[in-house]
C-alpha cells in the first residue's frame, strides 16, 4: 500500500513526464492538485480516497498517449502515402507515359537537350518505370498505405477509449 512520499513522487514523477509530452498537457492541472490533496491527507491521515485519484490520473495518462499515438500514426500514414501518389502522379504530369514521352512535355525537353539516352540513367529509369505501369503501382501502393495507416490510427483511437478496461499495446477479444 502507497504512503503519502510514494504518492506524492509518483505524482512528481508524472508531472515531469507531463511536462515532457504535449499530448498530456491537459493533465498537468490536476497533478498539481492531487499533490496538494495527498499533503494534506497525509496530514489527516487518509490516503485512501488520493490513492483511488492518482490511479484514474494514471489510466487517463494512459488513454491520452494511446490517443496521441493515433493521431501520429494517422498523420505519418497520410502524409507517406501521399507522398507515394504525387510521385506516382508526376511521372504522367512530366510527360513519361505508359506509350513513351508525350510530345512537347517536360520529359520531351529534357530527352532532346541530353540526345541519346544511356541505359541505365535516370532518364531511361524513369521511362522505364512509367512503360511498365510502375506510376499506376506506385499510385495504388500510395493509397493503399494512406487506408492502412488510418484503419491502424483508428484501431488505436478505439484502444484509447475511457471504458477500455486491459492494459497493454494490442487489446486481445
Known amino acids: 500500500m502507497a504512503n503519502a512520499d510514494d504518492l506524492e513522487k509518483k505524482l512528481l514523477d ?51 498517449l494511446w490517443k496521441s499515438y493515433a493521431n501520429t500514426a494517422f498523420k505519418v500514414a497520410c502524409i507517406g502515402g501521399a507522398s507515394v501518389v504525387v510521385a506516382g502522379a508526376a511521372l504522367p504530369l512530366a510527360g513519361f507515359t505508359a506509350g513513351g514521352i508525350a510530345a512537347g512535355s517536360a520529359a520531351a525537353a529534357v530527352q532532346s537537350s541530353i540526345g541519346n539516352v544511356v541505359a541505365g540513367s535516370a532518364f531511361a529509369v524513369l521511362q522505364s518505370f512509367a512503360a511498365t505501369g510502375g506510376a499506376a503501382t506506385v499510385m495504388t501502393a500510395g493509397g493503399a498505405t494512406m487506408a492502412a495507416g488510418a484503419a491502424g490510427a483508428a484501431a488505436t483511437r478505439q484502444r484509447a477509449t475511457p471504458d477500455d478496461k486491459k492494459e497493454g499495446p494490442s487489446p486481445k477479444k
Not at 25 to 51: K, Y
Open 14 to 64: 508524472l508531472e515531469q513526464e507531463i511536462q515532457n509530452k504535449k499530448a498530456l498537457a491537459s493533465l498537468l492541472p490536476r497533478v498539481q492538485d492531487l499533490l496538494r490533496e495527498v499533503r494534506a491527507a497525509a496530514a489527516a491521515g487518509n490516503l485512501d480516497a488520493v490513492r483511488v485519484k492518482v490511479e484514474k490520473l494514471e489510466k487517463e495518462k494512459k488513454r491520452l
